[in-house]
């Protein structure tokens, strides 16, 4: 049980374009959803946390034009990188935890976005 | 600002031996997660550790916490190459109701043979 499903896993864009990045859970019902950035060989770094129908908490740093963030149903939240860049090239990964294990996050399989 | 720091960041260890790997927190905290990631993917979860004085074992791994020190430990016992992997401890933040992980730098683990 607990499962994430992300879509897509790859994804290559143009400079200038806009992608967006599907995380679902698909066996539970997620009140909060998180996406974090991980870039090689470093460590996660959480962009942003979200709650089912109200808007998206980003961390500082973070733009949130830049980033836009939509958690329109429980098991659905979407990650549009706008006007994409190389320097957004990244691992994204979503994680999604649920009212009764609040405490823990179940991860994605994340997405890998290239920016060309 | 949490902060959360693993040492070693790399560890080349030979297959069957025992290492410990380090993790110190920066302020108080009564949750913190062990995760393994392979390269090129995401997160598995390793362990859960609620309280202090929490200790889980899991094959060869063994997790522990203490919140008074702000340590955590992961002990490897007989190392196999199976294990060979990137190691991420994780604090939460949140003591209300959704938790929020800061990571840890990492610990790469080679095992060889």
């Known amino acids: 049980g607990a499962v994430v499903s992300q879509h897509p896993s790859r994804v290559i864009c143009k400079s200038g374009t806009s992608v967006k990045i599907e995380c679902r859970s698909l066996?539970?019902?997620?009140?909060?959803m998180f996406w974090y950035r991980q870039f090689p060989k470093k460590s996660l770094m959480l962009m942003a946390t979200?709650?089912?129908?109200?808007?998206?908490?980003?961390e500082q740093g973070v733009e949130k034009d830049k980033f836009l963030i939509n958690h329109a149903s429980l098991t659905l939240s979407t990650l549009t990188v706008t006007s994409a860049h190389p320097e957004d090239s990244s691992f994204y990964i979503c994680?999604?935890?649920?009212?009764?294990?609040?405490?823990?996050?179940?991860f994605g399989p994340g997405t890998r976005l290239t920016v060309t | 600002e949490l902060k959360v720091e693993q040492n070693p960041l790399f560890l080349s260890m030979q297959e069957g031996k025992n290492y410990t790997i380090y993790c110190n927190y920066s302020?108080?905290?009564?949750?913190l997660y062990w995760y393994r990631q392979d390269p090129g993917k995401s997160l598995e979860s390793l362990f859960v550790?609620?309280?202090?004085?929490a200790v889980k074992q899991e094959g060869r791994l063994m997790a522990s916490l203490d919140t008074k020190a702000r340590l955590s430990t992961l002990h490897i016992t007989a190392a196999v190459h199976d294990l060979s992997a990137t190691y991420f401890c994780?604090?939460?933040?949140?003591?209300?109701?959704?938790?929020?992980?800061?990571f840890g730098t990492g610990t790469r683990l080679q095992v060889t043979l």
């Open positions: 994680s999604a935890s649920f009212r009764r294990r609040a405490y823990e996050q179940y």
């Open positions: 066996d539970f019902q997620a009140t909060t």
């Open positions: 994780a604090v939460d933040q949140n003591t209300g109701t959704a938790s929020k992980l800061t």
């Open positions: 550790l609620l309280s202090n004085g």
């Open positions: 979200s709650n089912e129908g109200s808007k998206a908490t980003y």
């Open positions: 302020t108080t905290s009564d949750r």
